[in-house]
């Protein structure tokens, strides 16, 4: 429940004018907060409160409670590209296996989509297998805040009562899930790499733990909803069905300025930031086997020569030799490019759990033993500055043959 200290509340109305469901008024004769009962513990005046005077007290719920709460959901991220708003590719992702979870749950699957003229963004969610969007549409929503986005996406779940929410692991859904999760006292278990239901219907979230060095299932028993973030590459992307609709449901978005704490005032994309290596359909890796910085050289000329990106080991990030945007694995980046091409990369478990769902896998590496060879399609074992000067000759040549033709 919600709690109003008295003695700290000023009667200053601020939350009066940020609760989205109007569930808190400032008693005239008291000058005091009161809670009416259509709170909804979305949690958003306890924020606004500069005078610490409320407070959200939540009990362990029951099993007949937990039953209640119905549905998956997934958030519906978009971003900027060329002037126009895209849906993320990691949403798509989600809804492929937040099909399958629904599915397996006999419930629905949603989105929350929170944005400002977005509404044309809503049929591709469909096409992958959204049932329902929930529609949130205000000007101050135009831009992600941390604040603006948690308090809507918080409201539609006090609401609606979910029983899974799934987030990409991007860089806002890395700041907007644990918000969300703090407003409302859930789990959330980050950087999935399974997700599946139980035999007792609760999600069942797997993610490397300790280092890398074993896969944790964990569960979320005593709240609801669920919540999981996933980076993107982990799930494939479903095959889209144009034929596919769903029901919009326009929610009533009353969101104020009061609770919006930051302004954005220029976005500057990262020097670092402009290689994005989750997208490259080819990539030519690094790892500490190339021996000196000056040897980049190489891996630069083949990645040219094969039209793809250059990415690393963490390795190689440690010693400053390539920035961390392009590092996979783990603490890295999560890739899934047509070819992956690892040259003088050991293959820890932590590289792996990186780059194993690319298509396909060609690995150099002087060490037959090398783990990296377990999940390679194609393995030359064999000193790189021997093989890796003869593959860009050949390319060169065969691209001369293909142009004299
Ligand atoms: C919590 C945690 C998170 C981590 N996150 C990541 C992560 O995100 N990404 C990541 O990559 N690592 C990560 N690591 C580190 C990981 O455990 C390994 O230390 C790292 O991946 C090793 O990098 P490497 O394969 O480049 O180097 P090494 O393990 O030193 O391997 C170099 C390889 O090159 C081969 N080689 C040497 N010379 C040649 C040659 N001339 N020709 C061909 N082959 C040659 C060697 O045989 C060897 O197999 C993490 C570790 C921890 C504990
Ligand atoms: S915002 Fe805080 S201090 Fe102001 S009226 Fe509400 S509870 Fe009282
Ligand atoms: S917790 Fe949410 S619903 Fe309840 S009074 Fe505060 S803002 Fe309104």
Not at 45 to 58: D, G, T, Y
Not at 132 to 152: F, I, R, S
Not at 221 to 227: D, N
């Amino acid at each position: 429940m919600l709690k109003v200290d008295y003695e700290a509340c000023t009667g200053c109305k601020v939350c009066e004018k940020v609760c989205p469901f109007a569930a808190i008024v400032v008693v005239p004769e008291t000058k005091k907060a009161k809670v009416l009962d259509t709170c909804t513990l979305c949690g958003t005046c306890v924020n606004a409160c500069k005078f610490e005077a409320l407070s959200i007290e939540r009990r362990a719920i029951s099993e007949e409670e937990l039953a209640k709460f119905s549905g998956v959901f997934v958030w519906g991220e978009w971003e900027k590209k060329e002037d126009d708003n895209k849906i993320k590719k990691v949403v798509l992702e989600l809804l492929g296996k937040g099909r399958e979870l629904a599915e397996k749950l006999g419930e629905t699957l949603s989105v929350i989509l929170p944005g400002y003229n977005v509404e044309h963004l809503i049929p591709e969610l469909f096409h992958h297998g959204a049932d329902k969007v929930y529609l949130c549409e205000h000007e101050l929503l135009e831009q992600y805040t941390t604040d603006g986005y948690a308090t809507t996406i918080s409201s539609v779940i006090a609401t609606e009562k979910p029983s899974i929410v799934l987030y990409g692991a991007t860089p806002n859904g890395r700041d907007l899930a644990p918000r969300i999760a703090a407003r409302l006292a859930l789990g959330l278990t980050a950087d999935c790499t399974g997700l599946d239901i139980n035999e007792s219907r609760q999600l069942l979230q797997t993610r490397p733990a300790f280092g890398g060095n074993i896969m944790a299932s964990i569960l979320s028993p005593y709240t609801r909803p669920q919540m999981s973030s996933v980076r993107p590459n982990v799930f494939s992307k479903p095959n889209p069905d144009s034929s596919r609709t769903g029901d919009i449901v326009r929610v009533k978005v009353n969101l104020s300025r009061i609770v919006i704490r930051t302004k954005i005032i220029e976005e500057i994309v990262s020097k670092d930031d402009s290689i994005n290596i989750e997208e490259a359909k080819i990539l030519v890796s690094a790892g500490k086997g190339i021996g000196d910085k000056e040897n980049l050289k190489l891996i630069e000329e083949l990645a040219q020569e094969l039209s793809g990106t250059v990415s690393g080991s963490r390795a190689l990030v440690d010693l400053g030799w390539i920035p961390h945007p392009q590092q996979v694995g783990q603490s890295g980046k999560t890739v899934a490019p047509t070819l992956y091409l690892a040259l003088g990369i050991s293959g820890a478990i932590q590289h792996l759990v990186g780059m194993s769902g690319s298509d396909t896998i060609i690995s150099i590496n002087n060490d037959p033993e090398a783990a990296i060879f377990k999940v390679s399609d194609f393995g030359i074992v064999g000193n790189m500055f021997d093989i890796v000067p003869e593959f860009i000759k050949q390319l060169k040549e065969y691209k001369l043959k293909k142009q004299d033709k």
